[in-house]
Structures are given as structure tokens and as C-alpha cells.
């Protein structure tokens, strides 16, 4: 309840403060790239029970159709996106998850049902046992995870084989010492990390 109570404070603090920021950002998209400000796709949330993850779009529409991994200098992403997702802003929508309940502050990065497939049994029933998450500490070690994928001739099965396994370790390791004490310790350190990245 605490942890709850928390995520809904601070998320619904960070939208109003936010505000400016965010209409700015909704209005440079569309001045950028024809289609939606949101991006809106499938992920496995708590339980294992699906939901529609609110983000900036940061690439041309219809660009799933090509793949979900985004690699390197990814052709589909937009002028806008680029930097969007340098600084982690195409996020910022998912504090609107996080007041529906469906995500928290901090917690496992939701992924889509096609990689949770890939989950063995037993660290599935761990990683979906708390609400999936802005960011923990798989965000802060693989902030840049496009560049990492794009070392491997092939991208979905380096993540499979490589980046996801370490991803789930982490995940692990956020379920074993969650507290409150550490959501804010790695809030923290991601802002930091993200206000001192280049």
C-alpha cells in the first residue's frame, strides 16, 4: 500500500510539473512526422495480465510491421525520436500507467508477450509477481540497448540469447530487495544517469 500510494503521488506530481514539457513534446511529433503523438503496444503487466503501455511515438508509423527491436541508427526512428529516446522522454507517458495502476515508479520493464514467451516458469511467476516499471536496475545498466544489439549480426537472437537473461537477473534481484527505500535510491540514479548522459 505504501509503494501504491507513492506511485500515485509522484506520478500524478510529475504530470503537473511535467506539463509544459510534455505538450511540447506532443507538439514537436506532430510537426516532426505524420501519425499519432502515442505510441501504443501490448505488454504483459503484473499476474501476466496484458495492457496498452502509453509512449512517445519516436518512429514512423507502421514500423513494428519491420520489427519490435530497434537497432543502432535505426532508419525508422524520427529527427524527434532520436532524441527522445536519447533522454528516455518518450517514457514520460507512462506515468499515465502508472495512476491506472497497471505500472509503477519502479519495478521489471514490461515487455511484450512475444520475449515474455521466452521467461522459464519459475522466474516468470518472480518478475510478474510485482507491477512492471518505469525503470530499475536493468534500465540503469542497458540504458542504451540499441547500441548493445547492434554489435550481433542478429538482433532477436541477441536479445534472446544474451541481453534478456541478464535483464531477468536483474528483475530477480528488484523483487528480492524491493522497498521503498530502494524505488527511491534507483529513481534517483536514473535521473542522474540520464541527466549526465550525452
Do not use: C
Not at 111 to 136: F, H, I, M, N, W
Request: hydrophobic share 45%.
Amino acid at each position: 500500500m505504501l509503494k501504491r500510494g507513492f506511485d500515485v503521488v509522484a506520478a500524478a506530481l510529475g504530470l503537473l510539473l511535467l506539463m509544459p514539457l510534455l505538450l511540447g513534446i506532443a507538439l514537436w511529433i506532430k510537426l516532426d512526422s505524420p501519425g499519432p503523438v502515442f505510441f501504443r503496444q501490448v505488454r504483459v503487466g503484473r499476474h501476466g495480465k496484458p495492457f496498452r503501455i502509453f509512449k512517445f511515438r519516436t518512429m514512423r508509423p507502421a514500423s513494428e510491421a519491420a520489427g519490435k527491436l530497434t537497432v543502432g541508427e535505426d532508419a525508422r526512428i524520427t529527427h524527434s525520436g532520436r532524441l527522445l529516446r536519447r533522454y528516455k522522454l518518450d517514457e514520460l507517458p507512462q506515468l499515465l500507467d502508472v495512476l491506472r495502476g497497471t505500472m509503477s515508479l519502479v519495478g521489471p520493464r514490461p515487455e511484450v508477450p512475444e520475449y515474455v514467451a521466452y521467461y522459464q516458469a519459475d522466474v516468470k511467476e518472480v518478475v510478474l509477481s510485482v507491477r512492471p516499471g518505469l525503470t530499475d536496475y536493468a534500465a540503469l545498466e542497458m540504458l542504451d540497448e540499441n547500441t548493445i544489439l547492434a554489435r550481433y549480426s542478429d538482433p532477436h537472437q541477441a536479445y534472446v540469447d544474451v541481453v534478456l537473461p541478464q535483464k531477468l537477473a536483474w528483475y530477480q534481484e528488484y523483487v528480492a530487495r524491493q522497498s521503498l527505500k530502494e524505488d527511491i535510491r534507483i529513481i534517483l540514479r536514473t535521473l542522474y544517469r540520464l541527466a549526465s548522459s550525452r
